[in-house]
Structures are given as C-alpha cells and as structure tokens.
Nanobody, 124 residues
C-alpha cells in the first residue's frame, strides 16, 4: 500500500510561484509513477504532470509546460511540483497520485492511489 501526503498549497497573486510537495511512503514497487492532478470547482479533474518514481522521465500537460516543473528528492521520498508564472486559471485543488505504470499520459482514471489534496488559489 502506498500513502501520499501533500503540502505547500496556498494563495498567491498572478505571476507568483508556489511549490507543492508530496511525501510518498509504503510499498512503491507497484506504483511506479507519481503525478499531480487538479480539480477546479465545477470542472473535471485533469492531469498536470507526472514523474517516474526513482527515475527521470517526466510528462506535462500542455497548459503547464514551461511554467511547472515536477521533480523528486529520492532520499526524502518526496515529489515536488514547482509552479511559476501562476495564472488565475491554475486555481484548483491539487492532488498527488500514484499509478502502476511509468508510461502513458495523465488520465485521472489511470491513477489508483490519491492523497487528500492541497488548495492552490491564484488571484488576479
């Protein structure tokens, strides 16, 4: 079983930055990819970025390419999402999630383990 705990959300003005963190614990042998997904009020959940846990392969949604960077601290079993040049449309609940494969895109249905979420609010 894998457990995911997010932190780092908050409120920021447009153009600002935030860094989210996700501590990964438990048996990661069957959850080889960790990603960040988000859900804004009244909208469907969407993928933001993912990284191969223990590796270097990354994948980003077009909406965040060039602004967000996903990375990991292997020693701390933590995955980070650095968010720069934030826009009001980035406002959402952000979730850390894990899936079995380290391939494919960011479809929410492909992620089987979820954290509790952390709120990000960007004001104009």
């Amino acid at each position: 079983q894998v457990q995911l705990v997010e932190s780092g959300g908050g409120s920021v003005q447009a153009g600002g930055s935030l860094r989210l963190s996700c501590v990964v614990s438990g048996d990661t042998s069957r959850r080889r990819s960790v990603g960040w997904l988000r859900q804004a009020p009244g909208k469907e959940r969407e993928g933001v970025a993912r990284i191969c846990f223990g590796g270097t392969s990354t994948y980003y949604a077009d909406a965040v390419k060039g602004r967000f960077t996903i990375s990991q601290d292997r020693a701390a079993n933590t995955v980070h999402l650095q968010m720069n040049s934030l826009k009001p449309e980035d406002t959402a609940m952000y979730y850390c999630a894990a899936k079995r494969e380290c391939t494919g895109g960011l479809q929410p249905a492909s992620f089987s383990t979820w954290g509790q979420g952390t709120q990000v609010t960007v004001s104009s």
